[in-house]
């Protein structure tokens, strides 16, 4: 699960693409046109020539801008865990969750006490790098 949502974030859209080969492509078509007018000294030239920099830079830009985003907007999924508690002894067990978990399903019995085992809570773990503590007074 946790790469199927690294890749789905990771494609860019095809709109986006099609948009970056049509200006690289209007560019390149212009400064062919600059070219063809060098040949034949027409002043022109230099707007055609302008013209097609301007678009080969603005697509590039495009490009480079649309991969660094992709970089920056990728989604990884925290880990969820389930927590196991003996209803006899309290014996506690963290585990990773797995698929067919759910809130108070009973499971094996506790290998200390021989007492049922049983799924008391099922959540994410969330980092807490970023926010910052705050204190009311």
């Known amino acids: 699960m946790n790469d199927e949502t690294d890749t789905t974030a990771r494609k860019i859209s095809s ?3 099609i948009v970056i080969i049509v200006a690289l492509a209007l560019s390149l078509s212009a400064l062919y046109q600059a070219y063809d007018l060098f040949i034949n ?18 697509s590039t830009y ?3 801008q649309t991969r660094s985003r992709m970089k920056r907007f990728t989604l990884k999924t925290p880990p969820i865990t389930t927590t196991i508690i003996c209803s006899k002894c309290g014996f506690k067990n963290v585990r990773n969750f797995e698929r067919g978990d759910y809130i108070l399903k009973k499971l094996d019995s506790c290998s200390k006490c021989k007492g049922t085992l049983m799924i008391s809570a099922i959540y994410r773990k969330v980092d807490e790098k970023g926010k910052e503590l705050k204190i009311f007074s």
């Open 62 to 64: 495009m490009l480079l």
């Open 41 to 58: 000294e027409d002043p022109t030239m230099g707007l055609w020539l302008l013209i097609g920099f301007i678009g080969l830079a603005l």
């Open 15 to 17: 709109i986006v693409i």
